[in-house]
């Protein structure tokens, strides 16, 4: 059964209280959405040669543009994720915020 977010979020609330499942569901959302992310990049780059050879073929220049535009992407993502769970005295959504 999928939810939307919304039915997520409140789901998440309702297990684990308010400001831990508002905090889950928007880590969540991060995560799926560097996922989705990910796999574009892997359809696009990693998975079989043919493909980056055709990429290359009909505009390797803008396909490399892509490639490490979602590269460096990804990796920002995946930083934003993992920074401390505050910087100049604001709240960042970084998994640092999620209790021992």
């Known amino acids: 059964m999928r939810r939307t977010p919304d039915k997520s979020k409140d789901a998440n609330v309702v ?3 308010e ?3 508002l905090l889950y569901s928007a880590l969540w959302q991060q995560v799926a959405g560097l996922h ?4 574009q990049f892997v359809v696009l780059f990693g998975t079989k040669e043919s493909r980056v050879q055709l990429l290359n073929a009909s ?3 803008f396909f490399r543009v892509v490639q490490d535009t979602l590269r460096g ?3 920002l993502h995946i930083a934003r994720l993992t920074d401390s ?3 100049a005295g604001k709240s960042n ?5 999620l209790p021992d």
């Open 93 to 97: 959504l970084s998994i640092r915020r």
């Open 59 to 61: 505009a390797g220049q």
């Open 85 to 87: 769970a505050k910087s």
């Open 73 to 75: 992407d990804t990796l």
């Open 36 to 39: 989705h992310k990910w796999e």
């Open 15 to 17: 297990a684990m209280g």
């Open 19 to 21: 400001e831990l499942g």
